[in-house]
């Protein structure tokens, strides 16, 4: 007869419950050392338990384009508001529409609540535009003698190759005058040409030969003259300017130099819009250590901004700008100092701040539509902070309902599921704390509601093993290789009732928007959660449970009594009996 190897434990092996908790132990102790490191120790809270704005704008098409007010335009500027206000790191903002014609867009409190309303509200489309002439901030109430020297502002950023060629020595930009605007206007409107022109007896013209300026035609001298009489100071002359005007028109624009001062702008048709611009984001100078705005453009885009700087690149200041336009507001004028296509770097008297500004402008700023902002209205959280009460509240009955019912159950039992509930509380709470500063991550109410649902999912993985135990219980078996023997069968169970429910959560999150989303993301955390906590606390320490006396003995309070559960008998094995056999007979 062969020996029965050593070392063999009962069916379903004896798992290692020390290691198991060695890990979830070190990962508490990790995540929470991490939540307190960083600073963090709160979950962030979204518009409706914190408060914060609520702006709601309303679509208006450019003149002769009413058509272009429709769902697709609309989805479209919901799309590149919610970038650009999540581009400033505001966490669970929501921008969706209202109706046919208005978008509502929620910003919680926050650090950058103030920066993200004035971004929002600068709705309209992204342009860049040649300078024609640039004047100080104050209406002009006479033409005076061109003088050479520069504006009242400093050094204008400097448009360069994104392989970091270095901006020239500035030049000083003159000053525009009645003039000067008219003649740049002219020439904007009629290009020159690069070549000498016959004259009409057939003999080419000389060169340099200085030409009689045209006269202007009338809509030329109407924008002179509103390019004159604008009064940057006045902050509705500055939200007048260029209103109406198409972007195939010059026009005139507002805009702040880069030591703050206001200074007006006469520019040229638009070249390039924002949809052109595939990428923008700030960075640092590596040989300069100053900040610059990388720009990528689209393969249409890069041909256009070649074409134009090609053409800037020939020009004197300030005809070698271009302006950002944004909203009808100068947001940048660089200088162009040689031909860019794909990939251009704007540097100038930047700061962290202007440059990222500026960065994320260049990448959301593209609207399909041009929208005025009808209300801003500030959102307490007095509401939110009640309905929050009524939940937490329903949450602690819900709760203590689901002690009871384990405790009067299952007894003694009852200690893993609420030692196991309060492990997952604990994982649930942190993560949500990092997750807040990590990718964003705010709580509102329906992410509390999908928390203490979670609370129903993790019972279940408890009921389930529990019960399978008993299940070998009652068939004979003792404790310990009850538990052993049960775990692969409550596994297989757990495993496939959380991945129904994470795949529900899955779901709902991608098609849904806004609060859903927040439900959904609660409700697939914790599920993940469910699996970390029943495999590495609730399985390991119920392995050491059962080598104890009270649970292994099966007391009447331990809720594993053999006796209460109507346990068989032990099976055992009887040997075969065989009759003497007389010697004579064998």
Not at 500 to 512: D, R
Request: glycine content about 10%; aromatic content about 6%.
């Amino acid at each position: 007869m062969a020996a029965p190897k050593k070392g063999r434990g009962p069916a379903g092996g004896q798992s290692r419950p020390g290691r198991a908790l060695a890990i979830i132990l070190i990962a508490m102790v990790a995540l929470t050392g991490g939540m307190f490191w960083s600073g963090h120790t709160t979950p962030r809270l979204g518009i409706d338990l914190a408060g914060g704005t609520s702006i709601t704008l309303k679509a208006k098409a450019e003149p002769g384009q009413e058509s272009a007010v429709n769902e697709t335009n609309m989805n479209t500027a919901v799309g590149i508001i919610e970038r650009r206000v999540n581009g400033l790191g505001v966490s669970e903002a929501e921008v969706q529409t209202q109706g046919a014609e208005n978008i509502i867009v929620n910003i919680p409190r926050g650090t950058n609540e103030k920066q993200a309303r004035e971004q929002v509200g600068t709705t309209a489309q992204l342009y860049f535009r040649p300078v024609l002439a640039v004047a100080p901030a104050a209406p002009q109430t006479a033409p005076s003698a061109t003088p050479s020297g520069k504006p009242s502002g400093s050094p204008k950023p400097t448009a360069s190759a994104s392989s970091g060629a270095t901006a020239g020595e500035k030049s000083p930009t003159p000053k525009a005058t009645a003039s000067t605007q008219g003649r740049a206007l002219t020439e904007a409107l009629k290009a020159p040409s690069p070549t000498p022109t016959a004259s009409s007896s057939g003999k080419p013209k000389a060169t340099g030969t200085p030409q009689a300026t045209p006269k202007p035609d009338p809509a030329t001298a109407a924008l002179e003259q509103k390019f004159t009489a604008l009064n940057c100071l006045d902050p509705k002359a500055r939200a007048a300017a260029g209103q109406g005007v198409k972007s195939s028109e010059p026009t005139v624009a507002c805009g702040k130099n880069a030591v703050g001062q206001w200074e007006k702008y006469l520019l040229g048709p638009a070249e390039v819009d924002g949809r052109d611009v595939d990428n923008a984001k700030a960075g640092l100078d590596q040989r300069t250590g100053q900040w610059i705005v990388d720009m990528e453009f689209t393969d249409a885009g890069s041909k256009k901004f070649q074409s134009i700087t090609s053409k800037l690149s020939q020009q004197t200041e300030p005809q070698n700008q271009f302006a950002i336009v944004l909203d009808g507001e100068v947001v940048s004028a660089p200088r162009v100092q040689t031909t860019l296509s794909a990939s251009a770097q704007i540097s100038g008297s930047f700061n962290q701040q202007s440059a990222q500004d500026l960065g994320n402008i260049l990448s959301y700023g593209a609207l399909p539509l041009a929208f005025q902002t009808q209300s801003v209205d500030t959102v307490t959280a007095a509401l939110g902070g009640d309905q929050l009460q009524a939940g937490l509240l329903a949450g602690a009955i819900g709760l203590a309902l689901v002690i009871i019912y384990l405790v009067a159950y299952y007894r003694g039992l009852s200690l893993i599921a609420i030692l196991s509930l309060g492990v997952s509380a604990l994982l649930t709470y942190v993560l949500m704390a990092l997750l807040g500063p990590a990718i964003g991550f705010a709580l509102n109410l329906p992410a509390v509601c999908g928390a203490i649902v979670a609370i129903g999912i993790t019972a279940d993985s408890f009921i389930v093993y529990f019960e399978r135990i008993r299940d070998e219980l009652r068939e004979g078996r003792t404790l310990r290789p009850a538990v052993e023997r049960a775990w692969p069968r409550a596994r297989r169970t757990i495993l496939v009732s959380d991945f129904v429910s994470f795949l529900a959560a899955a779901v709902l999150f991608i098609v849904t928007v806004g609060k859903v989303q927040g439900f959904a993301f609660t409700l697939g955390l914790t599920t993940l959660l469910d699996i970390v906590v029943v495999f590495l606390f609730t399985k390991p320490v119920m392995t050491l449970l059962a080598r104890t006396k009270f649970f292994g003995n099966g007391h009447k309070w331990s809720g594993l009594d053999p006796k209460r559960l109507g346990a068989k008998p032990p099976l055992r094995r009887t040997r075969r009996t065989h009759a003497p056999v007389d010697a004579k007979e064998a």
